[in-house]
């Protein structure tokens, strides 16, 4: 929730420095949609460069970026239903045509 | 070291499933199923071994994913469960109650377990979209995460699993449609 008590956008959530998106992450995007339960929810692309080797700090890092998105969409007063997507670069270009 | 738990076999199968050349879209949404099931599956075992072996037969049977499913949302979101929240709609929280009687009506979640239930939200989601929803790419990156968030969510539970809220949260995912029909 901002200070004044009106709720976040999904790109205030984002933007916000505090989350300390680690390095590695090339781009954060979004989509929204509806989830599995019918509810409104908002996917959150975490797109890496192509050559990212996911050892186990990065994945470490990647979780906890995630896990401090979550949260500040749990704190926003967004009702919306926040899932972590993870793609390289060279996926998500593709990923209209995966399926 | 060969798998010797079936949760354990499902993440073999999963790991094969990325491991592999070029894998298909349908590897990769059958890993991403494999990884939730994993989980799923665990947790069924955990639950289980809160309940004499006699019974545990009939216990892994009372779990269902939309009731899992919505107890992970209320754990995953909440710092305190109120028990009492954690009811079907409309319906008395029969086995909970019983839980609440013997404990406080206010449950502390642990940040870790929080962390656990929300991991199992993120799993069964992609599942439901690797499994039904052919209109939502699966990725390869995201299928080699799932596969490494259920990992390191099982290690995470086993930090947590003594706690009066995890077992708790195994009771709650216990079928509570059947409990209060």
């Known amino acids: 929730m901002s200070r004044k008590g009106i709720p976040m956008s999904v790109e205030d959530i984002l933007r916000d420095e505090s989350l300390s998106q680690p390095r590695f992450v090339e781009q954060v995007t979004y989509e929204e949609t509806l989830d599995s339960s019918g509810r409104d929810a908002v996917y959150i692309w975490l797109i890496l460069p192509d050559k990212t080797r996911i050892t186990p700090p990065q994945f470490e890092n990647l979780v906890g970026y995630s896990r401090r998105i979550v949260e500040a969409f749990n704190k926003s007063g967004l009702d919306i239903a926040p899932y972590i997507r993870y793609a390289r670069r060279s996926e998500f270009k593709n990923k209209d045509v995966i399926a | ?181």
């Open chain 2, 1 to 181: 070291m060969k798998p010797e738990t079936y949760p354990e076999m499902l993440l073999e199968h999963a790991a094969l499933l990325i491991a592999r050349r070029r894998p298909s879209a349908a590897d990769l949404r059958r890993s991403c199923s494999a990884s939730y099931y994993a989980l799923f599956h665990f947790f069924i075992g955990e639950a289980a071994k809160l309940f004499p072996a006699s019974g545990r037969s009939y216990i892994r049977r009372c779990f269902h994913h939309g009731e899992m499913s919505k107890t992970a949302r209320v754990f995953s979101s909440n710092q305190q469960i109120v028990i009492d929240t954690l009811k079907g709609p409309g319906q008395q929280p029969t086995h909970l109650t019983h839980v609440a009687h013997r404990q406080n009506k206010q449950v502390a979640v642990a940040p870790k377990l929080k962390d656990v239930a929300r991991s199992f939200v993120e799993a069964q989601e992609l599942r439901e979209n690797a499994d039904y929803d052919l209109a939502h790419a699966i990725t390869k990156t995201e299928a080699d995460m799932a596969h490494r968030r259920v990992i390191q969510t099982i290690e995470d539970w086993k930090a947590v699993r003594k706690t009066r809220a995890a077992k708790l949260f195994l009771i709650a995912c216990m079928g509570m449609k059947r409990q209060g029909s």
